[in-house]
């Protein structure tokens, strides 16, 4: 089984609807990162969570939520979805005191 | 603003030959520079990292060089394959954040046969 899983993998949705991206991994890894990408801007950064205390936001914040329900768990929601959310997601994961990070196999996000 | 600057352009080149891809940073003192592979559709993968006071690091056919001083990261992969074929992504870490990166777009190498 993937140490980083994604769900949905992929999801097309309309304008103005709530949506929820949905993270798990098994790693044993406190610190989890949800990423964008979209083509010629690259990754990045949404929020991160350092413990389930801990949330930041990242570069690209607005637009977005999250809720660490769980060491395990890292949810990304689109309260209501405009079509620039239109992007692939992805969920990656790091150990504290590694730097290196695990990527999920990412959401491709449809918002019509 | 910090920023981090792949080639843009797609690297081609022949099998058997080394590739060089460069990433180059400003408005940052990073204590380490990351080095990723992602291959179309999928989630990048960590390939290595260096820190600041180490000059170069290999891993099998890849070699990473570190200039603090020209801030500019070498990434070089030897007797490249078609397999190595791939955009590869250099990651700094984020001001103050601790673990976060700041990743550059990348750049796309293609090795033909």
């Not at chain 2, 204590?31 to 992602?38: G, P, S, T």
Request: net charge positive; charged share 20%; with cysteine.
């Amino acid at each position: 089984d993937a140490d980083v899983t994604q769900t949905p993998r992929n999801r097309i949705t309309k304008t103005g609807k709530r949506i929820m991206l949905e993270c798990s991994q098994t790693k044993g890894h406190d610190r989890m990162y949800w990423y964008r990408q979209d083509p010629g801007l690259g990754l990045r950064l949404i929020y991160y969570s350092f413990d389930v205390k801990d949330i930041n936001k990242g570069e690209i914040s607005d637009g977005y939520s999250v809720s660490r329900q769980a060491q395990a768990k890292f949810s990304l929601s689109l309260e209501s979805a405009i079509p620039n959310q239109t992007a692939l997601y992805f969920c990656a994961t790091s150990r504290g005191g590694n730097y290196e990070q695990y990527f999920g196999p990412g959401t491709r996000l449809t918002v019509t | 603003s910090q920023k981090i600057e792949q080639n843009s352009e797609a690297l081609n080149i022949q099998e058997g030959k080394t590739a060089t891809l460069t990433c180059n940073y400003t408005n940052y003192s990073p204590a380490y520079l990351q080095w990723y592979r992602q291959d179309p559709g999928r989630g990048p993968v960590f390939l290595l990292l260096i820190r600041e006071n180490e000059k170069e690091k290999r891993k099998e056919r890849l070699k990473v060089t570190f200039d603090t001083t020209l801030k500019q990261s070498l990434f070089h992969i030897t007797a490249s394959q078609p397999a190595d074929s791939a955009t590869y992504l250099c990651a700094l870490d984020i001001l103050n954040s601790g673990y976060a990166l700041n990743f550059g777009k990348g750049t796309s190498l293609l090795v033909t046969p």
